[in-house]
């Protein structure tokens, strides 16, 4: 082995080459290449080792050389440890690493009061930003349920997907906005547009049994009121 780093340091080769091929392990030592190795020892001469001096280099029978294959059996070997950690976790452990491996929503909501929040969401909504605004809505009423704003958050965000041209999930929150709030001075608007939105979607008789329905209700509908249902009935094709 002496003899080898003694003829490698003659001709010039780097402490770190010399170093990965006088390992034990041969880690270092690489592929070997089909015609040469430069190496520089400084920036005025270029030194080449040919193919057979490397040769010389490369671990004897019986020293371990890293292959492909190892790594693989490796791989293996640490991916079978995992999997045994894994069936060895009771089952709140089991629970807290899925939970980990799940990365958390990103927030639409400043971090800032909840009145503020709602202006972030309605200012969205005012500049037609209407993907922004309907998840802003949807972050404030899961985080301020109790909110004075609740209702006007809910109004909006049927707003903003009917506005979207997402009429059932409109449909959806305007009937749980006049379910929550019923004495709301918006339910005739709310009542109107889960009519409109409603006969987007579903089958002629259920949009005409609903149109029949609807001014029971409002507590007082107004002649725009019936004028819109009226309109809805003849765009619908319901028949009195």
């Known amino acids: 082995m002496e003899k080898r780093m003694e ?7 780097e402490d770190d080459i010399a170093a990965a091929a006088a390992s034990p392990s041969g880690s270092g030592a690489g592929d070997v290449p089909t015609a040469s190795l430069n190496a520089q020892q400084d920036s005025s001469a270029a030194w080449t080792i040919e193919a057979s001096k490397l040769e010389e280099n490369l671990p004897q029978d019986g020293q371990a050389l890293s292959t492909p294959a190892a790594a ?4 293996a070997t640490q991916t079978a440890s995992v999997s045994s950690i894994d069936a060895a976790a009771t089952p709140a452990e089991t629970q807290l690493i899925a939970a980990a ?3 958390e929503p990103l927030s639409v909501l400043p971090d800032v009061s909840p009145d503020e929040q709602y202006r972030f969401a309605l200012g969205k909504a005012l500049q037609n930003d209407l993907n ?4 802003a809505f949807r972050e404030f009423i899961e985080k301020n349920g109790e909110h004075s704003r ?3 958050a809910t ?3 049927g707003r903003v997907q009917f506005m979207k ?3 059932e999930q409109s ?3 305007f009937t749980q906005f006049n379910t929550n709030w019923p004495t709301d001075s918006r339910l005739e608007k709310t009542t109107l547009w889960i009519a409109e939105a409603v006969s987007t979607f579903a089958a002629k008789n259920e949009v005409c049994d609903l149109l029949e329905s609807l001014p029971t209700l409002v507590e007082t509908p107004t002649e725009s009121f019936f004028d819109r249902l009226e309109k809805l009935k003849t765009s619908s094709e319901c028949t009195s």
């Open 72 to 75: 693989s059996s490796s791989a």
């Open 101 to 103: 491996a799940v990365p």
């Open 7 to 13: 003829s490698l340091m003659r001709l010039g080769v």
């Open 150 to 152: 609740l209702a006007d």
């Open 155 to 157: 109004f909006w965000l």
């Open 132 to 135: 922004t605004a309907e998840d």
């Open 171 to 173: 449909a959806m929150t």
């Open 165 to 167: 041209g997402a009429f």
